[in-house]
């Protein structure tokens, strides 16, 4: 089995894992690690993750790392979260003993892969990376409002003015779409989900539409350019009148998961509407009963 580890560099936690997780794997399994984590095993590879061809990474940091290690490589990712928030995380690294069972769990092949669905984008005819998130368009002028153009499946259906749209995968229905009062939808779902960030019009909705359709944005002030937005990693400059195309994207993301909710996982970092605390005796006694 050959395992990559990518940490976040700018975090010492992240980068002490990396080692604890080099030091217990051991030469069960062969290392490489990421060119970021030059400080992590000297004695090791470390290699561009776009030229590892690993069967499994493990991540490192917090959902910016994972959206980085997805962005640049195709194996299936085992997010371990250092960070604050980690919704897409498997193992939360302040819980020692959780993060020595997920490695010694991964070595003994005892896991599952999640699928997730991915966006695709073009600006014109230029084809994007793919998305894990969100695709944003956002006014390009700061403090300003845009005035954009929407369309399903080549059909105008109206325009709003606002500071700019977000189109999420049901992933990224708990990042930026969540913060603009956009719904959660469950992962195991495919869908869009176009969320409006500061909307003029307070009637403004957020819409949960088909994947199949193919959403087309566009900022219809010339005077006015827009940008977008991929996954917050990269920027591209959307000059009038381009066209942004968005829709569901033929790849897949891959997760690794030990068998935890994705509901269980918003619980616990107080994202759902009914997050007041409560122990998990009390909620155990409070479950309903079987269904006849």
Known sequence: MKIAIAANPHKPAALELARHAVAQIGSRAEIVLSEETLNVAPELPHEPLESLRPDVVIAIGGDGTFLHAIHRCDAPLLPINAGTVGVLAEVEAQRPAEFVAALERLLAGRYYLEERMKLGAQ??????????????????????????????????????????????????????????????????????????????????????????????????????????????????????????????APRRATLVRFGSRFFQRLRGKRILPWSEEFSEEGARGADLPPAP
């Open 123 to 248: 600006v014109g005819p230029r084809p994007l990376p793919d998305a894990v998130n969100e695709y944003v368009l956002h006014a390009a002028h700061v403090g300003k409002m845009g005035l954009f153009e929407l369309a399903f499946d080549d059909h105008v259906v109206g325009r709003v003015q606002a500071d700019g749209i977000i189109i999420a995968s049901p992933t990224g229905s708990t990042g930026y779409s969540l913060s603009s009062l956009g719904p959660i939808v469950d992962p195991g779902i495919d869908a869009l989900v176009l969320t409006t960030i500061a909307p003029f019009r307070v009637e403004a909705r957020a819409l949960v539409v088909d994947p199949l359709r193919t959403v087309r944005l566009r900022s219809v002030e010339r005077e006015r350019p827009s940008v977008l937005i991929c996954d917050g990693q990269e920027e591209v400059p959307v000059p009038p009148p381009s066209y942004v195309t968005v829709y569901r």
